[in-house]
């Protein structure tokens, strides 16, 4: 606890960006994925679910859909706290509040604002002490407002896309939903990079963009093993979520760099859903799924 609060300490305190993100990898305020389409490809309901998922919004919404048993298997340094942060705040904020505390884009100067953690900060206390240390030291040294652009990628939607493209933001009512389901919600978190070994198995898996941050050969090495001894028979395991799709050519090219898998690959299903640039852009963009099944 103490060597992570230093190092997010002296994350806040870099003011010539000069701590890569290879030694301090920063989290993803928000999904970034259409997911509201993605999971209608996957059944959640009483089923276990590994994920990397770094925003918590991926576990946040099969929680919502009905999912048994969520795992995050991510090594950044704040994957966890960021979840009981999250949790904290559906349990104590209005939906509006929680849109402001949390919101960056058209929101600059409001987020993470002091008066906000306040109201959700004891509940945080009774949920997780290690994770209250971490964020209430945190506001005791830096603004709101720092926090948040040092500690989170830049890479967020806005809020009408997120309304579209997240379940539990969808509206007050599904945010109410979840504030009532995640009471008894908390998933297990694995502090390895997903290229690692673990013995547990899956129905679901969910790599999402792993592939961006792998060769190619590494990568299906990965894909292959986590097939092989976590993917329950009958079990889906999302390969690839791949942005702005003209057609399914795109989905095409992609699973030629898959050839490792030799015939596996065939057995890829392609899909095309609405793309998070549509809500974005207002017009007609596709996002591509390449998923397998285990039979």
Not at 25 to 35: D, Q, S
Not at 117 to 134: A, P, Q, T, W
């Amino acid at each position: 606890m103490e060597k992570k609060l230093t190092q997010t300490i002296e994350k806040c305190q870099d003011k010539n960006n000069s701590i890569s993100e290879k030694m301090f990898p920063r989290i993803y305020p928000f999904t970034t994925e259409n997911l509201t389409s993605l999971l209608s490809y996957f059944n959640l309901e009483d089923k276990t679910l590994l994920t990397v998922d770094s925003s918590s919004d991926l576990a946040i919404n099969a929680n919502l859909l009905g999912a048994k048993d969520v795992t995050i298997m991510n090594k950044a340094f704040l994957v966890e706290d960021y979840f009981y942060l999250k949790k904290a705040a559906l349990l104590t904020l209005s939906y509006q509040e929680f849109i402001n505390y949390f919101v960056k884009v058209d929101n600059e100067g409001d987020t993470f604002s002091l008066d906000l953690y306040k109201k959700l900060r004891d509940y945080l206390k009774l949920l997780n002490y290690n994770s209250f240390l971490l964020w209430d030291k945190l506001y005791e040294l830096f603004p709101g407002s720092l926090i948040r652009s040092k500690l989170f990628k830049n890479d967020e939607e806005k809020l009408s896309t997120l309304e579209n493209i997240s379940p539990y933001l969808q509206s007050e009512e599904s945010y109410l939903q979840e504030k009532a389901k995640i009471k008894d919600f908390t998933p297990i978190f694995i502090k390895k990079s997903i290229k690692e070994n673990i013995s547990s198995t899956y129905d679901n898996i969910f790599l999402s963009n792993s592939a961006c941050f792998m060769q190619t050969k590494e990568l299906v090495d990965t894909y292959r093993e986590k097939i092989r001894t976590n993917l329950n028979e009958f079990g889906k395991i999302l390969i690839r979520y791949i942005y702005y799709c003209l057609d399914d050519k795109k989905l095409d090219i992609e699973r030629f760099f898959y050839s490792y898998f030799d015939d596996l690959v065939f057995s890829f299903d392609k899909e095309l859903i609405p793309g998070v640039d549509s809500f974005n852009l207002e017009k007609d963009v596709k996002d591509g799924l390449l998923i397998y099944q285990k039979r």
